[in-house]
């Protein structure tokens, strides 16, 4: 990012704690709108999509925040907080607390499913949504994360089993096998960009949020969103889309499909060389495919 752009960091309150974010940019350029970002996981924060901060370079701000839970946000230790409801809640009061009136909304991953979801409400003023490596089914996200897994080698998928069987997936040996899939289908860029280091140390650290909606690990989905489906709905969201996703992407070209042919009017860009960090991986490809959705969605509006 250009040292020069100007930057603004604070907290917005929620739910009685606070929630950190983080502004790109001070204005608008004439005709351009905002870019509302939201990180995946759940509980994963926002560095390893701190990439995206170059689209303030398009004339608009880019804004960040952590989600409750993770991150530079409050951080507090309740299992029962953690409920898709209670993120799409936090979408508004987010909005409303920094007057983002018309905006255009990117999630990643499990930060796509969270704006699917709040696209369902449908929100004033949301005017584009970029779905970026998302499935609109956890079921369909289960069954081709582990037809990946069945194709890592013998000895990696024993050690997964041997320790979701014996519920010690906190161990060592599990935590190395699970990198094995990571680095073929999460981000294929050795070493990890910083930002996505820094990303997964944090979760490290506080695997809570992770935990209890997701599980243990991408392919092993045991947690409150275990059954979370909305490809029946996915016809309600009307406003412009577009669908990012990579070619070893554990967020499958199936995945991503069914998420392009459930929305109405949709784009769809599979990124030949990128797994599940397109933004990352891809970056330079990735920032002009999105800049020219941005600016295709504002000419129109």
Known sequence: ??????????????????????????????????????????????????SLERMAATGRRVIFYDQLGCGNS???????????????????????????????????????MLAMQYALTQPAGLVSLIVASSPASMPQWVAEANRLRAALPPDVQQTLLQHETAGTTSEPAYQEAMMVFYRRHVC?????????????????????????????????????????NIIDRLGEIRVPTLVTSG?????????AETVHRGIIGSEWVLFEH????????????????????LHRVERRT
């Open 188 to 228: 294929r860029l050795d070493p990890f960009p910083a930002g996505v280091q820094r990303a997964f140390d944090k979760l490290a650290q506080n695997p809570e949020v992770y935990n209890t909606m997701n599980g243990p690990s991408e392919f092993h989905v045991i947690g409150v969103f275990k059954d979370w």
């Open 1 to 50: 990012m250009d040292a020069a752009m100007p930057c603004t960091e604070g907290y917005i309150p929620f739910r009685g704690y606070k929630v950190w974010y983080r502004i790109v940019g001070d204005r608008e350029a004439p005709g351009k709108l905002p870019l509302l970002c939201l990180h995946g996981g759940p509980g994963i924060p926002h560095d390893y999509i701190e």
């Open 274 to 293: 990128s797994s599940h960090m397109a933004h990352a991986e891809e970056a330079d490809r990735y920032m002009a495919i999105l800049a020219q959705f």
């Open 247 to 255: 070619r070893y992407d554990e967020a499958t070209p199936a995945i």
């Open 74 to 112: 409050d951080q507090p230790h309740d299992p029962s907080l953690w409920t898709v409801d209670l993120f799409v809640e936090e979408v508004g009061v987010v909005r409303r607390a920094l007057a983002l009136d018309r905006l255009h909304l990117l999630g990643q991953s499990w930060g796509g």
